[in-house]
């Protein structure tokens, strides 16, 4: 029966973020392996079960723009708390749309003449992530407008594409500011780049997700209360109500769906709220004897369908890593992952910054 397991060990924070980001590289980065592949594919080439672990890849493994966009919010952020730990009041989304703008700079993208030059900073110097990774097509025309999207002045209006929902983990990784502060940043840095109010949303929903589990929630509850304010905002989005509902009911069934089942019920995960749906699910409807093997399976699941595999895999591995700590992750998985100096790097600069 697939029923989630309750963590043995309570993680400390530092454990839940580096666990967050280095989980989301993971489930990204076995996810880009069969991102744009059917799902007769993926069984064509890796078996009946299809991709369950690193092991199976022909070459070395890489994380997708997921891992770099989430890695440059966690660098908007950083900024922003720099400037208030130095008593410097700083515009945080305008940070953010500067960290977006230096993550534009790595996808040879020309952006307009109006667009500011941002300052470099230590992520720019990482060469591992100037790397085109099958960017989403409304991250890189929003930011190249050299237009702040805003609520009120949105950039790709009706665009709601899952680039904002896969990047937004570390908001709910900041400790000690409110649900009202989350919604608001997670859904203001989606404005940069989509302005769908489900793509909004669903941003916010995730970053509330997280936020909830950090704060010592089980993943269901989290994903319930979560869902429950984004509900009561005055801003609507029917069908993220509509698919997370889906997934908390979905998940309680005694038997996973198949990959097929899945996607007929959820989406492909393309779309914001889809690929929320997708992820959440996996980690819902899945369990193991150890941390680490409910991680491989509820990766399997979010990976192993006709959809967007890295962005289903990357929500999973940051709702896991977030409730478990590092505990999760497997230590072969962990060896194969691209560049996790980067990434606790990045984890240990947003530490630095909120916890000293």
């Not at 937004?168 to 000690?176: D, E, K, Q, V």
Request: include cysteine; aromatic fraction near 6%; proline fraction near 5%.
């Amino acid at each position: 029966m697939s029923v989630e397991r309750t963590s043995p060990v309570v993680p400390s924070f530092e454990s839940r973020v580096h666990g967050s980001l280095l989980g989301g590289a993971l489930g990204d980065s076995l996810g880009y392996a069969v991102e744009f592949d059917s799902l007769a594919a993926i069984r064509a080439r890796y078996g009946s079960a299809g991709l369950t672990t690193f092991g199976q890849l022909d070459g070395a493994s890489h994380f997708s723009d997921d891992t770099q966009m989430t890695l440059y919010t966690v660098d908007g952020l950083v900024e922003a708390l720099e400037w208030a730990n130095d008593g410097v009041a700083a515009d945080e989304i305008a940070c953010l749309w500067l960290a977006y703008l230096r993550w534009l700079a790595t996808q040879d993208v020309a952006v307009a003449s109006s667009a500011p030059v941002p300052q470099p900073r230590w992520i720019d110097t990482q060469g591992v992530l100037r790397h085109r990774r099958a960017p989403g097509n409304a991250c890189l025309s929003g930011l190249a407008t050299g237009e702040m999207g805003t609520v009120a002045r949105p950039v790709n209006a009706d665009s709601k594409g899952c680039g904002t929902v896969m990047r937004s983990a570390p908001f709910g990784l900041i400790p000690h500011i409110s649900r009202e502060a989350v919604y608001k940043l997670s859904s203001d840095a989606a404005s940069l780049t989509h302005g769908h109010p489900s793509a909004r949303l669903s941003a916010a929903a995730f970053g509330l997700l997280i936020h909830n589990i950090v704060a010592g929630s089980d993943i269901r509850t989290a994903a319930t209360e979560a869902l429950a304010y984004v509900n009561g905002v005055p801003t609507k989005a029917p069908e993220l109500a509509e698919r997370l509902e889906a997934a908390l009911q979905l998940s309680l069934q005694p038997t996973h769906l198949d990959p097929d089942e899945l996607t007929a019920a959820l989406g492909e995960g393309w779309i914001a709220e889809e690929a929320l749906a997708v992820g959440l699910y996996a980690v819902l409807a899945t369990s193991g004897s150890t941390p680490a093997e409910h991680f491989r399976t509820a990766i399997a699941v979010a990976i192993n369908h006709s959809g967007d595999s890295d962005s289903t895999g990357s929500i999973a591995g940051n709702i896991l890593g977030a409730y478990y700590g590092e505990d999760c992750l497997p230590a072969d998985w962990l060896e194969a992952v691209e560049a996790p100096e980067v990434i606790r790097g990045m984890a240990d600069r947003l530490l630095a910054v909120t916890t000293g």
